[in-house]
């Protein structure tokens, strides 16, 4: 589907921000905010999937490069 552009220490510090912040909605439901929590979707889907739209249209990667 997409080229992967995230290298594996970038994938996992996605994955727990996502993940903490989705948490966090859950720990404080009721906080004013509380629905900027759900954006830890979207480092936690980058993550997950191991390719970011934002990295593509820079031309950036953080994989190890191929000798």
């Known amino acids: 589907m997409f080229k992967t552009n995230e290298g594996t220490i970038d ?21 004013a905010y509380s629905w900027l929590y759900w954006l830890g979707l979207i480092p936690l889907v980058t993550g997950l999937v191991g390719w970011c739209a934002i990295y593509s249209i820079f031309g950036m990667s953080t994989c190890k490069m191929k000798n």
């Open 11 to 31: 994938r996992v510090l996605r994955v727990i921000i996502g993940a903490a912040l989705i948490l966090g909605y859950f720990l404080n439901p009721d906080g």
